[in-house]
């Protein structure tokens, strides 16, 4: 069976599902504008931005001969538990009668889940699926943390090219990895390559850090937040998301007495503290949106970025509430709102000027911090 999925980074990850399954995976070309163009002619007006970049992606993976869709479904008050459904009646309208496999968490519905499991698995015993899962879950770990890496050092290297190289080779060493093996050899190969990119140094105190927040489909999809971790590195400001594919499994693939056994409740935690600005779940990543800001302010970070696609409710209620979490935690916080008339110019004038004002907003405590203690 020729398999798709939505292009949401890290791709490699589903192409090695559905690779591992015995399929045929048919993987969307990255999204472009193009991409945008046919989703937003075939999406309602109003729909949120990813619906409308995923309906292009299908429409793009489905010329190229995919036969069935794989994607996740979503629970709570937002729209991500239709988008399937949605995507599944444009398409049908539009000539193309696709069957899709839509997994919504395992929890939710187990026996639905594993009747999506055994169409998927075809001649597959029981014990090679959950050995196929155990090595697709260690090799978007390995990736993730590969890549958290690479966001670091981006922002010290002498060319931002020589990280593009590296990671694309990265990239292709990971696509030949099947077994726990291949996987553990990538990633020391992924740390030779990330280590041997050429840097300038950097005194500990002068670093810049930046968090990247809000909705998952476009903090995740480089093709559709301007590459902002690229911008960001440039700019000398070292990155971390709050999405990582392999934490969102742990959020909502694993039990919650193994999360915490093994220490797999990070986004647990970071619900916890999103609490006191939003007490009850209002669907997407916004009680997340707002835990990570605090958490990034307690980890010591200089600033956070809030990507908030257009149409996506629960991160325009977080931006509502961004100006008082700003207020008590003294975090600055910039809303980049991600359609498909973002001009990049304008987006990109608007982080450099955020950084540099984190910049000199700590690099002036620094300064006033200095002479205090001087006039002592
Ligand atoms: S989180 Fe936002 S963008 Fe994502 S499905 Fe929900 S409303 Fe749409």
Redesign the pocket.
Known sequence: MKITFPHMSPVPVYKKLVELLGHEPIVPPRPTQETIDLGVKYSPEF?????KVILGSYIEAIRMGAEMILTSG?DGP???GY?AELHKRILAKLGYNMDFIIFDSVFINFRDFMRKLKILKGDLTAGEVVKVLKTVYRFSQSLDRSEKKLQIIRAYSLSSKDCDTAWDKINRIYDKAYSYSDIDSAESRASELIEGIPVFRVKEENKIRVGIVG????VLESSVNMEIEKVLGRLGAETERSQYLSEWIDRYMLPSFIRKAYKKDKLDKIEAKGEDFIKINI????KETVGFIKDFRDRGFDGVIHLM?F?????LVTQTIVPSITEKTGMPVLTMPIDEQTGNTNNITRIEAFIDLIKSKKFTAARTAGSAAGSV
Not at 215 to 218: A, D, F, K, P, T
Not at 311 to 315: A, F, N, R, T
């Open positions: 729909a949120c931005f990813p619906l979503g937002c729209r991500a988008y909705e998952i489909y476009v669907g997407g990543h916004a696609p149409g996506c409710l629960p991160e």
